[in-house]
């Protein structure tokens, strides 16, 4: 396809180098064209063939001739007479001078005696330089002719200059036979086959003198429109050209141009591989650039995607955050929700302990009340009724039993005085040993069949605190001492005091069950009991807890190794020497 191409393109070329040849021929020709006819027209020309022979006239055309050769640049002029004989020429001074030669057998010649201008192309058969002849008839005033005149040009100038194209030039006459051409080796030479016919047409104008017409193979072809030819060139080689030629009316020339298809060829897989290349190029190129947009395609996709991630991840945080703030709301709201709740059931509690406590004291108050109460009341109606009988003496013992009742209550009613106590009665400096010594005293009915062991120095220093206090906390821990180990069999209480830490510890000790983990807290809470209702009201250790506390020491209970209870109480040892008792 690209060898059709650039067959057509040669041709084309071909072509365009053949116009150019053939103007450029044409024109050549043409300066010289009307020349014989200007000549001819000149007298000492006419006076040349004329008769009787004027020999100083020949001498001065010859002189004029030469001089005109020169002047138009062609190679000979010359004049003859009607027999074509040379009477006068440009080269009249040379040795080869056409002067007495006969031209009678050329074309040219026999066409301008004829009366019409005559054209040939040639070698000199004198000269044996190629040239091509103008002719034209020289007349006399009436018409008549009186012989020829003729022009030779060369046109070697014109051939060198196409040896410097790449084109091959050749001008075939119409014999076929190559007479001017840019390679010398064709010429001369036959394209077409040297029939009799033609050399002997050749050889009657003796167009190529004494030069020896061979033949020049060839062969022709047609391929793709385009003619080409196959010669062998100078060096014998076979070539092939595409071939254009036209005819030069003016001349009845062939031109031809030939050019070389090998060269074509070269130059179509030149340009084949060179479009390929370009091709190759583009395609890389596109390639290239496709692969840049696939990659860059690809790496705006992952950034899309990468965003789109990013965003769904952010999308997803932010859901979280959401979520989770959410929850940590709820959470916030549940507690505050569970902190309320928590108050309120903090505060139900409070009450519902509260409640208990009153319930607690209300069991136990209404017991230690309602029970001496109806007990009195009992008393009071069968002294009542004794009385009715005259039986005076026993009822007194009922409203002694009445008093002595009364006076229980009104101890209660004193405890619960003591529940609501002055904190901030005066404190005075104690001899320990004196307190407890009154406090067994007190109890010491209570305390039958125990043994009570008193380990509490007479010379401890002296501590702080209220002397009527001191011992109420002191017959309570002992009253609980006792009922604790009122089951125990060989039961014992011991009393005793230490200095230690800066201050005195006094510890009241049982051999009864103790006091177990469960309770031990709550045994100094008001109403706090575990005995039966109307044993005791269960504020006994509380009392005695706040009055320890007004003391500056702290209550302690704790179950000992042996079993049992041991209650500490810590006294603040008095800076003073102690006060006699209160
Ligand atoms: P009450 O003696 O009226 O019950 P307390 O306040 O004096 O009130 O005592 C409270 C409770 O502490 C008692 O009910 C008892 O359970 C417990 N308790 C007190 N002292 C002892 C002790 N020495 N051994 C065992 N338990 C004790």
């Known amino acids: 396809m690209a060898t059709k191409l650039y ?14 040849t053939l103007q450029a021929l044409d024109g050549h020709l043409r300066r010289f064209e009307t020349l ?63 002067l007495g030669q006969n031209f009678s057998y050329r074309p040219y010649f026999q066409a301008a005696l004829g009366g019409e201008k005559g054209r040939f192309y040639a070698i000199g058969t004198t000269s044996g330089v190629r040239g091509y002849y103008f002719a034209s008839p020289v007349r006399t005033a009436a018409g008549a002719v009186l012989g020829v005149i003729a022009v030779k040009i060369g046109l070697d100038v014109i ?41 002997e047409r050749s050889q009657q104008s003796r167009r190529y003198a004494d030069v020896r017409l061979v033949e020049l193979p060839n062969n022709r072809s047609d391929a793709w429109g385009v003619n080409s030819i196959t010669l062998a060139d100078g060096a014998g080689e076979l070539r092939e050209y595409v071939i254009v030629g036209r005819l030069l009316p003016r001349a009845d020339w062939t031109v031809q141009v030939l050019l070389d298809s090998h060269a074509l060829h070269v130059q179509a897989r030149l340009a084949l591989a060179t479009g390929m290349l370009f091709l190759g190029a583009v395609a890389a190129l596109g390639l290239a650039f496709l692969q840049r947009r696939a990659r860059l395609a690809e790496r705006f996709a992952l950034q899309e995607s990468a965003k789109a991630e990013l965003e769904r991840r952010v999308d997803e945080r932010t859901a979280d955050l959401a979520r989770v703030n959410h929850l940590i709301e709820a959470e916030v709201a549940e507690r505050r929700l569970t902190e309320a709740e928590l108050r309120r059931t903090q505060s139900d509690l409070v009450q519902a302990g509260k409640l208990a406590a009153l319930g607690q004291m209300s069991a136990a108050l209404s017991h230690e009340i309602n029970q001496p109460l109806a007990a009195a009341r009992n008393y009071a109606d069968s002294a009542a009724i004794l009385i009715d009988r005259g ?50 005293a007190l109890v010491g009915p209570r305390l039958a069949g125990i043994a009570v062991t008193q380990a509490v120095p007479s010379d401890l220093p002296l501590v702080r605190g209220g002397p009527v206090r001191m011992q109420q906390v ?77 003391f500056g020491g702290d209550p302690r209970v704790a179950t000992a190794a042996d079993s049992g209870a041991v209650f500490t109480m810590e006294l603040m040892i008095a800076i003073q020497q102690a006060e006699a008792a209160e």
């Not at 067959?7 to 150019?20: P, Q, V």
């Not at 003859?80 to 004989?85: A, E, L, S, Y």
């Not at 004193?414 to 002055?422: D, N, S």
Request: glycine share 6%; no cysteine; charged share 25%.
């Open 7 to 20: 067959l057509a393109e040669g041709n084309a070329r071909a072509k365009a180098t053949l116009d150019l």
């Open 36 to 98: 014989p006819d200007l000549l001819a027209d000149h007298d000492d020309v006419r006076a040349a063939l004329t008769t009787p022979v004027d020999l100083a006239a020949r001498a001065r055309l010859n002189q004029w001739l030469a001089q005109k050769s020169a002047q138009l640049d062609s190679l000979d002029i010359y004049v003859m007479t009607p027999d074509g004989m040379t009477v006068a020429a440009s080269n009249h001074e040379r040795t080869d001078s056409f």
């Open 159 to 199: 051939e060198a200059e196409w040896r410097s194209q790449d084109a091959r030039i050749i001008v075939t006459d119409p014999e076929g036979i190559v007479f001017l051409s840019s390679d010398p080796a064709w010429l001369y030479k036959g394209l077409r086959p040297l029939t009799p016919d033609r050399l």
């Open 391 to 440: 039986e005076g003496a026993r009822a007194k013992d009922n409203i002694g039993h009445i008093m002595s009742l009364i006076d229980r209550m009104a101890a209660i009613a004193r405890h619960l005085r003591q529940v609501a106590r002055k904190p901030d009665a005066p404190l005075k400096d104690l001899v320990l040993a004196d307190e407890v010594a009154e406090a067994l």
């Open 474 to 550: 002191l017959v309570n821990l002992l009253s609980n001492a006792a009922d604790a180990v009122a089951e125990v069999n060989g039961a014992a209480i011991t009393l005793a005091a230490t200095v230690s830490g800066g201050k005195v510890q006094l510890t009241v000790r049982d051999n009864g069950p103790g006091v177990s983990a469960a309770i031990a807290d709550r045994i100094f809470d008001p109403f706090f009991t575990t005995k039966q209702v109307g044993s005791g009201l269960g504020l006994g250790l509380s009392i005695s807890y706040n009055i320890m506390k007004d």
